[in-house]
Each structure stands twice: as structure tokens, then as C-alpha cells.
């Protein structure tokens, strides 16, 4: 089986964790690299380190807030005229606001839907537009296991990642027949900023493990959802599988 070759990477949400092993990883596969996100002095120092590894302008940055969706249109076009079409877009920006027992505020709410969601559809409806009529390309989304069940302790960031899990779906849906590759990676627990100081996290993987596990993924070709690491797929086997009235005593 061939594996997948990638030229020319978008990656959102680049500036650390999961997003930025990707992106170090997709250059040391040979793509360039434009990065994407708020944090500049960030994009700047991971720019500088895959461009000292690979040479001179493989690394290319955009700071950008995925809240601002209306600024995407724009600054794909940007992109494409500065560095040609991108053959595969991953999106990796996440917020996971921690809530309270009996906390429903709005503000983290509106804003993990803003960037786990509503800032997906901005890009990845370029990308699906652009590979459609290039016929092929690569999205990668990155969800997590969050998505398989409505859990007490994160009802919205669960619903962000089940509705981006949903339209990952049904991207793949519409673009395989043009030879797009639309993955959605669910990973378990990373050991990011996002988790960091947390308790009773387990099977924990880096960052790095967690990039290598999805692009390998990825370069088999097809269109994939997996867990990452797979024997996330057994959680997300019986969480799924435990009765609405058996979940709801459980404390997860
Ligand atoms: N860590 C885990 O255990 C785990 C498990 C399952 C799924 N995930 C998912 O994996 C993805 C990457 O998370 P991570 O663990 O690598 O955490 P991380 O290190 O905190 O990375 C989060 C990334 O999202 C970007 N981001 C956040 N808000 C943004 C905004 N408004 N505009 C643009 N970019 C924004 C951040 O960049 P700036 O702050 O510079 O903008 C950063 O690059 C997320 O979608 C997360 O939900 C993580």
C-alpha cells in the first residue's frame, strides 16, 4: 500500500501541544507549513526551529483568533496566493473550560463552541471547498472521547466535540467521492497545557505520540475515524454502549 505524501500543510491551533507536534511532524514528512493561531511569539519560535531542521520558508505563520470566522475566507486566499493550495488542513484549536458541579456559565460555553466548532466549520469549509475542486487533499480534525457521551463534568465541551465529530462525519460523507481523506482523531488523555494539573488522568501520551499515532493514520489514505491511542476505542466502546439511567448515576 502506498502511503499518503503531503506538500503543502495548514495547521490551526499550531501553537502548542497536539497541533504543534503535527505540524513539526508534517514538515519532517516533507510538507511546508503555515501555522495558525493567537499566540505569535509562539508561531514564531516553532517557525524558526522546523526552518532551521528543513530549510529557510518551510515554516510560515498567521496569527489569527478562530473566534473571528468571518476573517477565514480572506486569509485562505492569503495562503493560497502566498504559498499555493493547501493539500492538507488540520484543525487542532480546542478549549476545554473546566465547570463546576452546578456552573452553567454562558461565557465558557459560547466560547469552547466558538473554537471547538463554529471556528472548524470556518476553515474546514474552505478546505472541503478547495479539495472538492482539486480532487483530493487531507482533513484532519481532531476531537477527542469527549464526544461519544454527555458527561456531567463537561456538558459543552462534549457537545463541541460531538458536533464537530458529527460534521467531520459528514464531511467525509460528501468529499471521499473526490478523493478527499477526511479523518477525525479522538484522542484520550495528552499531556498538554490542556491537561496539565489535572488529576486521575491515565494511558496518558505526549504530544508527539499522540501526532504520530494520527498522521500514520492519516498516510494510510481513506477516510478514517480512530481513538488515539486505538485502545481508546474500547472506552469509547462501553461508554457508549452503558444505559442512559445506569450513565447518569456514574460521576464522569
Ligand atoms: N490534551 C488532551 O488530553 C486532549 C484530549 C482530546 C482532545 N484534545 C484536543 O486536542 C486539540 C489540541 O489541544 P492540546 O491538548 O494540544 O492543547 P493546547 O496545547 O492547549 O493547544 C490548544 C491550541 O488551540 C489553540 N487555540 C485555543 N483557542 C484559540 C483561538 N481562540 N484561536 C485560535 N487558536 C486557538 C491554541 O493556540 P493559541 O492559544 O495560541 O491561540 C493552541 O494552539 C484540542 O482540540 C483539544 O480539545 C486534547
Known amino acids: 500500500m502506498s502511503m499518503q505524501t503531503w506538500s503543502n500543510a495548514v495547521v490551526i491551533g499550531a501553537s502548542s501541544g497536539i497541533g504543534a507536534a503535527l505540524a513539526r511532524q508534517l514538515a519532517a514528512r516533507g510538507a511546508k507549513v503555515t501555522l495558525v493561531a493567537r499566540r505569535e511569539e509562539r508561531l514564531l519560535e516553532l517557525s524558526a526551529q522546523i526552518d ?30 502566498a504559498r499555493g493550495e493547501p493539500d492538507v488542513v488540520v484543525y487542532a484549536s480546542g478549549a476545554l473550560e473546566l465547570v463546576e458541579d452546578h456552573e452553567y456559565t454562558f461565557e465558557k460555553d459560547r466560547r469552547m463552541l466558538a473554537v471547538n466548532l463554529v471556528g472548524a466549520v470556518a476553515w474546514l469549509n ?20 469527549a464526544a461519544d457521551r454527555g458527561r456531567r463534568g463537561a456538558p459543552v465541551y462534549g ?60 498516510a494510510k489514505g481513506g477516510s478514517r475515524d480512530r481513538y488515539v491511542p486505538a485502545r481508546w476505542g474500547l472506552v469509547g466502546f462501553v461508554v457508549r454502549w452503558i444505559p442512559s439511567f445506569l450513565f447518569r448515576r456514574l460521576s464522569i
Open 126 to 145: 474552505c478546505a472541503a471547498l478547495a479539495m472538492e475542486a482539486a480532487r483530493g487533499g487531507t482533513i484532519i480534525g481532531i476531537s477527542s472521547i
Open 52 to 81: 532551521a531542521v528543513h530549510g529557510e520558508g518551510t515554516a510560515g505563520h498567521i496569527v489569527h483568533d478562530v473566534e473571528n470566522g468571518s476573517e477565514v475566507e480572506g486569509l485562505w486566499k492569503q495562503i493560497v496566493d
Open 159 to 218: 457537545a463541541s466535540k460531538a458536533g464537530f465529530t458529527t460534521y467531520l462525519e459528514a464531511l467525509r460523507n460528501r468529499l471521499s467521492q473526490y478523493g478527499v481523506n477526511v479523518m477525525t482523531a479522538r484522542p484520550g488523555f495528552v499531556d498538554t497545557a490542556m491537561t496539565k494539573g489535572m488529576d486521575g488522568l491515565f494511558w496518558l501520551v505526549s504530544a508527539d505520540r499522540a501526532a504520530e499515532i494520527i498522521l500514520g493514520h492519516a
